[in-house]
């Protein structure tokens, strides 16, 4: 279906505002407009959730979660961005944390409960959507996930 991503992401993020018991800060950099992608609506907001509930899972107290959304229009599509101030992932495990039931540290994923499934999943359903996802990370530092997803070609009456 025709879906507004921005507003999308809006709701999904006020959710887990409103819902946070963890003293994490939220910062956005959405566009002011409206942006279309034909998605599955249901299963964009499965992978907004785990994306968001790892920054949350793996954020320190006090720290600030940052939402970016770029519009590429010459590109046609849209670049998402989740970032937070958490313990970071290893160069050569930033690919590996897609893969079905892979979690970085074993004995503190254990603690902080999960399948390892989350990302797996959300890989299967952004490249399902024609987009691409993965993360970028510095240990210590923070991590981002970052995906794309086309934009809806404008109706031939909009265009300049
Ligand atoms: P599930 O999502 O099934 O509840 P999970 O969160 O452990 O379990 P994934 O969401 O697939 O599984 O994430 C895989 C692993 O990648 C995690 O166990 C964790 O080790 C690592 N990871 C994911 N997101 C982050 C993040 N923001 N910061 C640090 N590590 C992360
Ligand atoms: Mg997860």
């Known amino acids: 279906e025709q879906v507004d991503f921005t507003n999308l992401f809006q709701h999904t993020i006020e959710r887990f505002e ?3 018991t963890e003293k994490i800060e939220f910062v956005r950099h959405l566009p002011e407009e409206e942006v279309w992608v034909w998605i599955d609506k249901d299963k964009m907001t499965q992978v907004l959730d785990n994306i968001i509930s790892n920054a949350i899972k793996y954020s320190p107290e006090g720290g600030t979660i940052t939402f970016t959304v770029d519009v590429m229009k010459q590109q ?7 970032s937070d101030e958490g313990v970071g992932i290893p160069d050569e495990k930033l690919n590996k944390i897609f893969e079905r039931f892979y979690r970085v540290d074993k004995a503190r994923s254990r603690n902080l409960g999960g399948t390892g499934l989350g990302l797996a999943i959300s890989r299967e ?31 031939r009456g909009d265009e300049e």
């Open 18 to 20: 409103f819902n946070k």
């Open 76 to 82: 046609q599509k849209l670049v998402v961005k989740i």
């Open 125 to 155: 359903m952004i490249e399902a959507h024609g987009g691409n996802i993965w993360a970028e990370s510095k240990e210590g530092e923070g991590t981002t996930v970052l995906f794309t997803l086309p934009l809806m070609s404008q109706s």
